[in-house]
């Protein structure tokens, strides 16, 4: 049933609604994939001192999205991410293009990205560009929550 709707919101399957003279929404294929194959969807243990959890959301459209990454504490490289999103197919594909875009990359390269980056590379119409924008977000709040956590630790450590 979720893929149906989901194929409903995606424009698939839509042969008969052209028919009676309403055209279907239709979204590029980068989202179409992103949405029926997302990359990296899961979580780490927010309590990894090697984690950084960027949760942010979307009132207006009730989008959420947890995007988290692994930092290595050496060298300061985002060795792996992932993410959990409740939204729309350009909300999970959005998610789902900022993991791979942030592995491998040092933390303050990843602050570089931009929602517009994320919105030409998915061919995202203007409604729906809040979904890129949140992932703009949520990787900002993982980099700070990576670096506030991290800056907690060092300061008990210099106390102790």
């Keep these: 049933m979720l893929r149906q709707v989901g194929n409903r919101v995606l424009g698939l399957g839509q042969r008969s609604s052209v028919a009676r003279g309403v055209l279907p ?10 949405y029926n194959n997302p990359r990296n969807v899961g979580s780490f243990d927010k309590n990894d001192p090697t984690v950084g959890t960027g949760l ?7 989008d959420v999205m947890k995007l988290q990454i692994k930092v290595d504490d050496k060298t300061g490289k985002i060795t792996d991410a992932c993410f959990k999103t409740f939204g729309c197919g350009s909300a999970i594909a959005s998610s789902s293009v ?6 491998g990359k040092q933390m303050e390269e990843v602050l570089s ?12 119409p203007p409604v729906k560009l809040h979904c890129s924008m949140l992932a703009e977000d949520a990787i900002k ?19 102790a």
């Design 113 to 124: 990205i931009k929602n517009t980056e994320i919105a030409k590379h998915l061919s995202l």
């Design 141 to 159: 709040a993982a980099v700070k929550d990576y670096v506030s956590k991290n800056a907690k630790l060092s300061d008990k450590a210099e106390n």
């Design 56 to 62: 942010v959301g979307a009132p207006a459209c009730g």
């Design 25 to 34: 929404r239709l979204y590029h294929e980068r989202v179409v994939d992103h």
């Design 98 to 103: 900022a993991t791979e875009w942030v592995k």
